[in-house]
T-cell receptor
């Protein structure tokens, strides 16, 4: 079965500074990877996803992530954060093919400090 | 176009009672997923319905059940409520089976068990 680990439960960062949110997955077969964001009192919305092709994936709001198969990682990055990026970010993984459930990490709370 | 809608948004139940949560997927989506988001535990996969059939089930006791109707809307039922069932219950939908397809979340139903 697949699993995903987000080691950092909280990441404080100053406004306009860069940020990296870490995500590592575990699977012996091909996977699809996702990053979702949850703003306070809202559901989750997709930031970006990796299915195949280029390992660098660009998403909404200036976020990008890089799929690294050898390190089984899919870290999320943004070169300059804004106050409005304060939210909880979830990494997710699913196996390719068939009725494969999406497994989410425990989330990383990004707090942007003015 | 309307997103995933859930009802009720908030409810309070007493331990031992039963609750039914409802979800309407995005028009055209046939798959519906249920997740439990308890404080500090991230998103835990509950159930997945597609075309009226249960396709996958998470590691939850049988008192968590659900169904999908011919119009693809869904209900989640929880019997014999326990205090630890207090959580945000998120419904999501996608086109057909999930692999690679983005799942779109509703804003959730907050359940408090007292």
């Amino acid at each position: 079965a697949q699993s995903v680990t987000q080691l950092d439960s909280q990441v404080p960062v100053f406004e306009e500074a860069p940020v990296e949110l870490r995500c590592n997955y575990s699977s012996s077969v091909s996977v699809y990877l996702f990053w979702y964001v949850q703003y306070p009192n809202q559901g989750l919305q997709l930031l970006l996803k990796y299915l195949s092709g280029s390992t660098l994936v660009k998403g909404i709001n200036g976020f990008e992530a890089e799929f690294n198969k050898s390190q089984t990682s899919f870290h999320l990055r943004k070169p300059s954060v804004h106050i409005s990026d304060t939210a909880e970010y979830f990494c997710a993984v699913t196996l390719s093919g068939g009725y494969q459930k999406v497994t989410f990490g425990t989330g990383t709370k990004l707090q942007v400090i003015p | 176009e309307a997103g995933v809608t859930q009802s009720p948004t908030h409810l309070i139940k007493t331990r031992g009672q039963q609750v039914t949560l409802r979800c309407s997927p995005i028009s055209g989506h046939t798959s519906v997923y249920w997740y439990q988001q308890a404080l500090g535990l991230g998103l835990q996969f509950l159930l997945w319905y597609d075309e009226g059939e249960e396709r996958n089930r998470g590691n939850f006791p049988p008192r968590f059940s659900g169904r999908q109707f011919p119009n693809y809307s869904s209900e989640l039922n929880v019997n014999a409520l326990e205090l630890e069932d207090s959580a945000l219950y998120l419904c999501a939908s996608s086109l057909e089976k999930v692999s690679g397809n983005t799942i779109y979340f509703g804003e959730g139903s907050w359940l408090t068990v007292v």
